[in-house]
């Protein structure tokens, strides 16, 4: 029996020369990307560099086979490339062999043990944020959550040891890289060399941040002074071939990944489950129910973390109405079989999970929030439909600390205050290098008794 060939991978309208589909996803980044899961099948090729191939893979199975059963096999692609140039080397921009190496060296930082030393060091610094936010007064929650995320990574990463004002230099240093990252991801690469604000901002910014760090860990090295903290188990590491500590670089690289991470995204998911409970009361309700059983009168603890279950089911629907990730991309090294098709070396593959996870075909009435959507008799996934933090060798390495800053930070947030929106108020997300709140200003409030 002849075998029928697959039809050619479609290619997405609105392509300019030289220009590729830079200009639809500049004007509308993530309204441009869900619109190839509605016009095209499971793979549509984009231009981002002309010259190259972008195949967007939008089938949940063929996601899950990128991931797991390919994984091993391809390099990280352009959004890993762009965030490179501010990383270096670190766990996530770097693949195979090289990757699985990083990977071993940081991973003690994330043990459960460590992991429980830092519960009390969140939840005292959450507290100190609730102190300073003024009842009555209308609060920034986005950038708020940004000071909180990094008040907690100050401490959980540096022990404090930078001071405040250090802290908020890196941070606007920080917002001006990943600004500049996400327009890099849909730019042509020559956009970069052009002698422009844009790129000298970039180039000004990424120097500052990774003097900053470099600083930190140079004088803590030096000091030989062991704080317990992530920069010190960093400095500890080992690299298991050659048994040599990791130079001050590649130690900057791996603590800059970690701000990254612990600032952008847990900062968008805390501002987001604060903005979906003041939407429905209902809830809110049922959140604060938890907390009060589970609690009672005292401070969460490491051991009441897996104790808020229907909370935790609140933080996953926000990871797939409001995920992080609008593009995550691989490359393929060799000939690469992905389904019924084959890719050419040097093909960048990407898939984009705010888009698969508002998809209608896998989440019935998916802009509805509805934590009830999670319990097991309701909803059944299939692989590769959700994908809040990765999956297969590349699968996040700081999920477990990301969920129990969130399950420590919002129950200690919720039973003190309460966020108020103004009448018809909407917030809608923007793309830059990660997907974000945009402007979100709440009214905050005392809690009752």
């Not at 990757?99 to 992991?115: L, M, N, S, W, Y």
């Not at 809110?284 to 089911?313: I, K, S």
């Not at 590769?384 to 969130?406: I, N, Q």
């Amino acid at each position: 029996m002849t075998q029928v060939a697959p039809p050619p991978i479609p290619r997405a309208a609105g392509s300019l020369p030289v220009l590729g589909h830079a200009i639809p996803l500049y004007r509308d980044t993530l309204g441009f990307i869900a619109s190839l899961r509605a016009r095209y099948g499971p793979l549509v090729e984009i231009t981002l560099q002309p010259g190259t191939r972008t195949v967007i893979v939008q089938d949940p199975e063929l996601i899950h086979t990128m991931l797991t059963d390919l994984g091993p096999s391809l390099d990280k692609g352009r959004f890993f490339d762009k965030m490179g140039q501010l990383l270096g080397e670190s766990v996530v921009t770097v693949a195979g062999r090289e990757h699985v190496r990083k990977r071993r060296q940081i991973q003690p930082a994330f043990g459960r043990t460590e992991i429980a030393g830092y519960v009390d060091i969140m939840r005292g610094e959450v507290n100190a944020a609730l102190d300073s936010w003024e009842p009555g007064k209308r609060l920034d929650v986005r950038e708020s959550m940004i000071q909180l995320s990094l008040d907690m990574l100050a401490q959980t990463v540096f022990s404090g040891s930078l001071d405040g004002d250090t802290f908020r230099e890196l941070r606007t240093n920080l917002a001006t890289v990943m600004n500049s990252v996400g327009v890099r991801v849909m730019m042509p690469d020559w956009v970069e060399r052009l002698p422009i604000p844009f790129n000298r901002r970039f180039e000004e910014a990424r120097s500052a941040v990774r003097s900053t760090i470099g600083t930190a860990v140079t004088e803590l090295r030096a000091s030989g002074y062991d704080t317990g903290d992530m920069l010190s188990l960093l400095l500890a590491a080992r690299d298991e071939t050659t048994g040599e500590p990791l130079s001050d670089y590649q130690v900057c690289s791996e603590i800059l990944t970690l701000a990254l991470a612990g600032t952008e995204n847990t900062a968008t998911v805390l501002a987001w489950v604060v903005y979906e409970l003041a939407r429905h009361p209902e809830i809110e309700a049922r959140v604060l129910a938890e907390v009060e059983e589970v609690l009672g009168d005292r401070p969460v603890t490491f051991d009441d973390v897996p104790r808020f279950t229907y909370l935790e089911r609140v933080i996953r629907e926000v990871l797939r109405l409001h995920h992080t990730g609008w593009l995550v991309t691989r490359r393929t090294l060799t000939e690469t079989r992905l389904g019924d098709f084959t890719l050419p070396a040097g093909t960048d593959l990407a898939y984009c999970q705010h888009a698969l996870h508002r998809d209608p075909a896998l989440y019935p009435d998916p802009l509805r929030f509805d934590p009830d959507r999670w319990l097991d008799s309701k909803h059944q996934l299939l692989p590769g439909s959700f994908v809040p933090w990765g999956a297969g060798k590349h699968k996040c390495l700081g999920d477990r600390y990301a969920m129990t800053e969130l399950l420590t930070a919002l129950p200690t947030i919720l039973r003190r205050v309460r966020f108020g929106l103004a009448p018809g108020q909407t917030v809608k997300p923007v793309a830059r290098a990660t997907v974000r709140p945009g402007k979100m200003m709440m009214m905050v409030e005392k809690r009752l008794p």
